[in-house]
């Protein structure tokens, strides 16, 4: 349990916001899927701490980012942070992507909407490694794709809008790269069909993949057994378990 | 230095802390962020004679000041409980509880009769109030007639510390928690969570997956002090307390209420250290109060 202070409270559009939350001391290393447990206060509304992903780690300044879709009142009030409040976290929880150890492996990164948010942090480890990847991002419209610039600092970036005011008109899954190209690992992260699509996709490649489930959660560190799914061991916990899953595990 | 310590039947804990089944996983989860020897004790999660997958997602609603919850029990089993869990927690110094739960009462005596050669464990919780299995779980507690039959079949292969786990969910609580003293219960514990349910307005569908859930967390605090003191009132044995209890006052009122002990569940999840922070602050409030032990304002409530 850590207490962050918030250093910048950047509001991306009206719907999403990114906290740079920083620590005096060295942060705790954490791996690309793991996720935090935010602690909003103690009003009726915001009773449970609420999962969101490690969008970002930067060591050197000891910061930590959190990308956050205004969803209901918990991310509502986080969106009004200030610089300098604190905030309590659980860090950092669950497990993580898989890093391939072949420099030449051929990797894809599939977001949708705040979906992206882990696969920033993934591909810059994955850089860290040697691997340049390539970002697929889809989006309702062009305000639903964030961070671009960042994205493009870690790989190649490919976008499709399903009004087409961004990159290729319609689904991720309707990308001209997925027929062009062929990947040794694809990850997903964001609504659930669009993973299920970009796993049938990847299943009739033969092609691993790995998503990010996001279960309702009520502790976020395998003690209240509420957040489970469906999966070939019987129900497992997303929290401890996952939240990163190869999808032959899931029962997708 | 304030005497912390408690007696419920058979069993002396070193304070009157301890944690509610289902909400601290076996401890280990905890290990992280607290020292568990300093606290009472520890009731593990849900035990059943044979393994359970529980219910389906979602099994979790946040509501105003609580949550709903319809986990059913998901366990590996007892066998796999004596077999692979209990060395490896059978060292924290800590008392260590198993919460027992079944679908019949055959169930609950050969689960109850498997953990009576533990060592380390010095007794059970006869849970006889889950609202989220179909069959048996809160039926055996909704009834005096169900409610002594497990209680009196069970004594009879358990010997140690048996702690009686009573649903809110009926008329009369008094009524139940005499029956089940009767049968040889050494203590009772209460409440288990209260039957709710959520409603997803826009979709127009149940949120949990079982429709219905059981309710913890503040929300129901009002209602388990109130059970509690009832029940306190009417039984010898000791009681322990629980339901809502965020903070060291929350506890406190338990302990003025009549309870000997207390148990902490749903706070836990949002803040995993604070059994330390009531136990703290009990023995804070001790000293401010000029108490030299905590048996002192167990039932001090002036009436
Ligand atoms: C592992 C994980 C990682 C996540 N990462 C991010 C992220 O990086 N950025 C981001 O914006 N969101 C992320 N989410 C989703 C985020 O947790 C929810 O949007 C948030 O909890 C909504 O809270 P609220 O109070 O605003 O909404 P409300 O709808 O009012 O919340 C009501 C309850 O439902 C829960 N809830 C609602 N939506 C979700 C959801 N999608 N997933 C899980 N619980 C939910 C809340 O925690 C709360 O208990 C993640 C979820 C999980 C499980
Ligand atoms: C997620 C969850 C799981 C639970 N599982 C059990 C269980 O297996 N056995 C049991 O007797 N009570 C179980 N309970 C009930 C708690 O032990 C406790 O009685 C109840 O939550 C009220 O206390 P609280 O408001 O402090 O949480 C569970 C509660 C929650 C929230
Ligand atoms: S959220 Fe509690 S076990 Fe996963």
């Not at chain 1, 469906?230 to 190869?246: A, L, M």
């Not at chain 2, 306190?232 to 000791?238: E, H, L, T, Y």
Request: with cysteine; hydrophobic share 40%; charged share 20%.
């Amino acid at each position: 349990m850590l207490d962050l202070i918030v250093k910048e409270n950047k509001q991306l559009n009206n719907q999403y916001f990114l906290l740079i939350l920083g620590s005096p001391d060295e942060l705790p290393e954490m791996y690309p899927g793991q996720f935090v447990e935010v602690r909003v206060d103690n009003s009726p509304e915001t009773f449970l701490r609420r999962p969101i992903s490690i969008n970002f780690v930067d060591y050197k300044r000891n910061e930590l980012w959190l990308l956050i879709q205004i969803i209901g009142e918990g991310t509502r009030k986080l969106s009004t942070c200030k610089q300098g409040d604190l905030l309590n976290l659980l860090l950092p929880l669950g497990n993580s992507y898989t890093i391939p150890t072949n420099e030449d492996s051929k990797l894809l990164l599939v977001g949708g909407g705040v979906g992206i948010a882990p696969l920033l942090y993934l591909g810059s480890k994955l850089k860290e490694k040697g691997i340049i990847c390539d970002f697929l991002l889809g989006g309702r419209s062009k305000y639903n794709l964030l961070q671009l610039e960042e994205f493009s600092n870690f790989g190649n970036v490919f976008t499709t809008t399903e009004d087409g005011t961004y990159g290729e008109k319609g689904f991720v899954t309707n990308h001209s790269i997925l027929t062009n190209k062929k990947y040794d690992l694809i990850y997903s992260c964001g609504p659930t069909p669009m993973m299920k699509a970009v796993a049938a996709y990847a299943k009739s490649k033969n092609t691993e993949c790995e998503v990010s489930l996001e279960n309702t959660m009520a502790c976020g560190f395998g003690a209240c057994l509420c957040c489970v799914t469906d999966s070939v061991d019987g129900h497992v916990c997303v929290c401890t378990e996952g939240p990163v899953f190869n999808t032959s595990k899931l029962k997708w | 230095m304030v005497d912390l310590k408690v007696k419920l039947g058979q069993v002396e804990l070193k304070n009157p802390v301890m944690t509610a089944s289902g909400t601290f996983g076996y401890g280990t989860e905890y290990q992280d962020f607290i020292d568990l020897s300093r606290i009472g004790g520890i009731v593990v999660k849900g035990t059943t004679l044979r393994s359970r997958q529980g219910n389906a997602y979602p099994r979790m609603a946040e509501t105003p000041l609580g949550m709903l919850n319809a986990v059913g029990l998901q366990n590996k089993g007892v066998d796999y409980f004596v077999n692979n869990i209990y060395p490896t927690i059978k060292d924290f110094e800590t008392a260590i509880f198993v919460n027992v739960s079944g679908s019949t009462i055959d169930d609950y005596i050969i689960t109850a009769e498997m953990l009576n050669d533990l060592d380390r464990i010095p007794g059970i919780e006869l849970n006889i109030s889950c609202p989220n299995v179909k069959e048996g779980g809160m039926a055996f507690g909704t009834s005096c007639l169900s409610a002594s039959q497990v209680v009196r079949e069970v004594r009879k292969v358990y010997k140690k510390e048996i702690m009686v786990k009573l649903s809110p969910n009926v008329t009369d609580i008094a009524e139940i928690a005499l029956a089940v003293e009767a049968e040889g219960a050494d203590s009772i514990s209460l409440i288990n969570t209260i039957l709710g349910m959520a409603i997803n307005a826009e979709k127009r569908i149940p949120v949990l997956s079982t429709i219905t859930g059981g309710l913890s967390g503040p929300a129901v605090k009002p209602v388990a002090l109130r059970m509690v003191w009832q029940v306190a009132n009417a039984v010898k044995v000791p009681v322990i307390g629980m339901g809502g209890i965020m903070n060291a006052t929350d506890a406190i009122e338990f302990l003025l209420a009549g309870a000997s002990a207390i148990q902490i569940g749903t706070a836990n999840f949002i803040d995993p250290t604070v059994s330390i922070k009531v136990l703290e602050g009990i023995e804070d409030y001790l000293k401010r109060h000029n108490f030299s032990s905590v048996n002192d304002i167990i039932g001090a409530l002036e009436v």
